[in-house]
């Protein structure tokens, strides 16, 4: 559990050097001990890597290959990360038809493994999925059964991602002041939490944060957001902390 914890902490402060520099000693270490686990997450990790530095085959290459060591495994815990990687990729090919299949798969393997924060993430990047789809109210409807889900199971670390949600609703709605305040929120709450966005929810951001700067104009975009940052994520969805 240690090399999980802290390689995906090193993730998600943006350290990628560390990820690496940890995943390819446990790499290491795992292909010489048969550890299976080990191998896995340790693919995992580049994988991640690999879309952050925005090499979507390379990303899949070693998704694929930790999604195969897992299979031979027989243990079906190790199937999660690798097949939830593979729909973010495919996500963020373009191929939403395909992804929108693979994060199902993906909700229903969660579910069987009894994993339901999982099963809540994986719905959040379904939602995006559908709105790429153009299924705005699919979409609205899932993102907002999702925020309500966060808020009511204390998924606090999942808290920024509910905001990014927000904005990019927002945007497809075409209320921009309104997106420019999550976006100015969505800061605020992952460095409040001392990490960045996922490659692919930081995408679904920048694309609110353009929409919003060439609708408004960057003077009227910089006061929204400003009004979002001061927010906490309890304040801007009516919630108690």
Known sequence: MGFEVDVRSAFRRGDSAEVLRMATTELERARAVGDPAGEVEALYAMSRVSIRGE????????????LAVAER??????????????AGV????????????LYLASIELNEALGQPEMVNSEYHNLAFTEL??????????????????????????FV???????????????????????????????????????????????????????????SAYQTSYATG???????AFSHTS
Request: proline fraction near 5%; charge should be negative.
């Open 55 to 66: 090499d979507l085959p390379g990303a899949m290459k070693l998704a694929r290959e930790a």
């Open 73 to 86: 495994s027989g243990d079906k815990r190790l199937e999660e990360r690798p097949r939830h990687v593979l």
């Open 229 to 235: 940052a001061a927010q906490t994520p309890a304040q």
């Open 160 to 218: 920024p991602y509910v905001c990014v949600a927000a904005a990019a609703l927002a945007t497809a709605e075409g209320d921009h002041a309104l997106a420019a305040r999550m976006v100015g929120l969505t800061d605020s709450a992952y460095a409040a939490i001392g990490q960045i966005p996922d490659p692919d929810d930081a995408l679904e951001l920048a694309a609110a944060r353009d929409a919003a700067i060439a609708v408004l104009g960057e």
């Open 90 to 101: 495919t996500r963020m090919t373009g191929d939403f038809v395909r992804a929108r299949e």
């Open 132 to 157: 790429h789809l153009g299924n705005l109210a699919v979409a609205r409807e899932l993102f907002l059964a999702g925020r309500e889900r966060v808020f009511r199971e204390g998924y606090d670390s």
